[in-house]
């Protein structure tokens, strides 16, 4: 199993429960990182208000129990006929059943610049280079006069899904109630915060009632929305707009695409859009034996052969059936084909605003929503250590419109080998 | 006022009360990094037990009520008849008076190798990076069986002062109550923690009742405790000693030796053992108009013409001083000398052990000396919320033995933009 992300770890737990209970399964767990992230709430970790380590989990501490295998490393290549997955340490493992949970990477949609000159929001490595980068154009600014004319205070955020609604709503909070505290020389009407979304409205996936109100809210608190516009090129010093405009701008945060992981590649199958992995009712990619792909890698379709979006709730509901499917196999019963059951969508905009939308066509928006949100990220995230850290941390930001967690750690400043070492985990140590 | 350590943080807030009650006083505090460090605590992090957010302190935060001028930036040089101190970016700040309080650095004693590859331990960037390695060395070794013979899975601690004797007895429990289950194909017997100190006894400060007792519960812990013994050399597979032993390890963590930060040589004055700035009892640095030093940076002497420790009551007694000092100047009312007040010392070896002695003379030890010291250093962290933090963690270690923050987050591994930013809050952006 390949991935420890929502639907791979749910796989993993379920499947090693089975497997101590008697049953002839034994799971091996491979990720690049020795933790689950719990990527809901990356934005927040990226704008200071929570810690890094409240939305990351170790994968042993939570598979503790139960104990499948678990393996620190990347899969760089899968060979179906031998049923052999190498890593990139060039170690191997093997296996019977092959599940692919690796999810999605940002795409740079092949715009100039946008690869090296935007920050990604995917790991908890991603949102605390972007905590630490925001940081310190806001120390920069607060001394340097010229930092107030040179895009210093200018931020971009690509997108217009719910990650980059969240960030953008998320950072015009983190400016008005933390910065203008914390720099009182700094003139916070000069901050930008501008969110680009090449479509014509916000949250394709909602409502527009929805989305116009989510617009609304953002404008409200200081947001830039500009809808219909595309990126067409970046640096580290100005943004590029597809209509030319050109805009000082020093940050640049990518939240406008995302693709199937490049693991998908490795199997030598025709991708769908995306670069997913089309699977079947019952999660097999189409031409590979004994291989599933679950969540954002996979392409599946809905009952209506829609494709599934690329969300948390389709990786868990992945998860949770294939357990099935593979115990029901080994116990020689039949499964029903996997349907998906959609349970609504949300998505915040800032304190007690938020927008939701239920399958029956209920929506509502505003505190309820807030607080609707609030409790169900709770009880997602995995693990009471961490629930109890991001309800102390939301509760300590909400009354105290205090953001404990700005702190500039970067892992770069560390002295002697420190800086240097272990560029990956998946890398053997240097021989003597 | 450089430094936002012990002593400069304490100096400034209390300085910035003083301007805000009318005096004519205004602070610029100057710090490399945006928080304050509760360096007391760096092994627990090191060691997986605590959040590296936990013991991190944004000065700005803290300092928010009396909102001195706060400045990220590093001094690299000092004009003491211009009265301006230049930093990295070639900003400069004018001062009436100036206090030197960046305190110490590690230093490797000219020792061949140690330099580049060994690991520091003086802030949350040097703690985060023996954390993240010493985890990895864990995860290679689980899967791979070379590991247990190259040296992987041997951990030598240069230094037997409090920092080494708490860093290894925090790593022999981390082995002990957390890897042993998390990794169940790892045979933790093979795990080696050497701690190797020049002097022949450990923590030089102490009694050597004391000594004795932390050795003996370091060695009933799995340390191995090598006294009398110096490193050579080293690299990042081994590690030579003094008598000629080659050991193969691929982790050495330095504390056997701290330096005055290299600030101290930018004054043109004559420096003090460990390039430490000699001060008088008035803590004024010697032969230069106008500049203090407090701290690790200074040298003191006490009554009996000693130099005093580089500890933090010191550091925090010469903050004290040095707000009374400056306020009675400006008042223009006499300020005695700065006498120090020894209160005790102690360190602790792990759960329910730990030394400390009082300067009467009682010394006391085992589970109470524990309790003193959580204690002590609950009350010397600064902030309720990381107040709150810590203790959460220690209780949830205790009760479950179970280290949370055993997570491998490393910034490197950012996508895009996110791994190659800012190497220095202190650099300015690129131009355009």
């Not at 948390?312 to 084909?337: C, F, K, N």
Request: hydrophobic residues 45%.
């Amino acid at each position: 199993m390949v991935g420890g992300g929502f639907g791979g770890l749910l796989l993993a737990r379920e499947l090693a429960q089975a497997g101590a209970r008697g049953q002839p399964v034994e799971v091996t767990l491979i990720d690049q990182r020795n933790h689950h992230t719990f990527q809901p709430l990356l934005y927040q970790v990226a704008t200071a208000g929570l810690q890094p380590q409240d939305i990351g989990i170790s994968l042993r501490a939570t598979l503790r129990r139960h104990a499948p295998q678990i393996r620190l490393g990347e899969v760089v290549d899968i060979d179906p006929d031998a049923h052999t997955v190498t890593l990139a340490d060039d170690s191997s493992v093997t296996y019977d059943r092959l599940v692919l949970a690796a999810g999605a990477v940002s795409t740079d949609l092949g715009l100039p610049g946008v690869a090296d000159h935007s920050f990604g929001l995917k790991s908890l490595a991603d949102a605390t280079a972007v905590r630490n980068h925001v940081l310190r154009r806001f120390e920069l600014a607060s001394h340097d006069p010229d930092a107030h004319e040179d895009g210093s205070l200018t931020f971009v955020i690509a997108g217009g899904g719910p990650t980059g609604v969240e960030l953008a709503g998320a950072l015009a909070e983190l400016v008005t109630l933390v910065v203008s505290r914390d720099h009182p020389d700094l003139d916070t009407s000069r901050v930008r915060i501008v969110l680009v979304e090449v479509m014509d409205r916000l949250l394709g996936g909602f409502s527009s009632r929805s989305a116009e109100q989510a617009r609304r809210e953002l404008e409200r608190r200081g947001v830039e929305v500009r809808l219909g516009t595309g990126i067409a090129e970046t640096t580290d010093t100005h943004v590029t707009f597809d209509d030319g405009e050109v805009l000082l701008a020093r940050t640049l945060v990518w939240a406008a695409g995302v693709a199937a992981s490049p693991l998908a590649q490795t199997l030598g199958v025709e991708l769908g859009p995306g670069g997913r992995l089309p699977v079947d009712r019952r999660l097999r990619v189409e031409g590979v034996e004994d291989v599933h792909a679950i969540g954002d890698i996979a392409l599946g379709l809905d009952d209506d052969g829609e494709p599934l979006p690329q969300v948390a709730p389709v990786a868990i509901q992945h998860g949770r059936y294939l357990s099935q499917l593979i115990q029901d196999e080994l116990a020689r019963e039949p499964t029903r084909p996997f349907t998906y059951r959609d349970k609504g969508t949300m998505a915040t905009v800032g304190r007690s605003a938020a927008v939701a939308e239920l399958p029956n066509g209920l929506r509502f928006g505003g505190f309820p929503a807030w607080i609707a949100w609030l409790v169900l990220h709770l009880w997602m995230l995995i693990g009471f250590k961490n629930r109890v850290g991001v309800l102390f941390s939301w509760f300590w930001n909400y009354l105290f419109r205090d953001h404990a967690a700005r702190l500039i750690v970067d892992q770069r400043e560390a002295g002697g080998r420190g800086a240097a070492d272990d560029s990956s985990a998946a890398t053997a140590p240097p021989e003597p």
